[in-house]
């Protein structure tokens, strides 16, 4: 599934906020696996499952900072702007895995939202450093403890140690590439 410049993916429209991530029968949100319908070889692929369950938290995300307009790419580079001063565009776009284009609009929409500012990068002219601005600031902040609750509730169906077996399972299957 594609995801627009927002980071919504493809006629996925955003979850109202409040609204429940677990789809009751009349919800569009996604079904995991809707019954009488045989997937075939997709329930026996570890990406198919992967990629069901991000779909599912994916819907969680975005109801959860609706009321920012948060989404998890959004999130992800205030994030990494907030902890790394001076980063260029270049980079932003290296470290979330996205084309230059992408991160262009990626910032554009955060800098509309007066969550970020573009200043001269020292050292080169011809190049920008990202920076929170105050409202960008106070926004991540907040957005931070919805993340947090968000998180928990995804998580509370395991338990810690499954958690923990979870996230060194997917850590395994994405390792970093090598130097």
Do not use: C
Request: proline fraction near 8%; aromatic fraction near 4%; avoid cysteine.
């Amino acid at each position: 599934m594609s995801s627009d410049s927002s980071g919504t993916p493809a006629g996925m429209p955003p979850r109202a906020a409040g609204t429940a991530a677990t789809p009751k029968a009349a919800d569009s949100g996604f079904d995991p696996h809707v019954p009488d319908i045989d997937y075939g070889i997709l329930d026996s692929l570890i990406g198919h499952a992967i990629r069901r369950a991000q779909i599912r938290i994916y819907e969680d995300f975005v109801a959860s900072l609706a009321q920012w307009q948060i989404t998890p790419p959004r999130f992800s580079a205030l994030v990494i702007i907030s902890r790394n001063p001076k980063l260029k565009l270049t980079d932003l776009a290296h470290i979330l895995g996205i084309a230059r284009s992408g991160a262009v609009l990626l910032v554009d929409a955060l800098q509309e939202m007066n969550l970020v500012e573009r200043r001269p990068a020292p050292g080169d002219r011809r190049a920008y450093s990202l920076v929170l601005t105050p409202t960008g600031k106070r926004t991540l902040e907040a957005a931070k403890q919805a993340v947090v609750a968000h998180d928990a509730h995804v998580a509370s169906a395991l338990s810690e140690q499954e958690q923990a077996t979870l996230k060194s399972l997917l850590a395994r299957l994405a390792p970093p590439r090598p130097a």
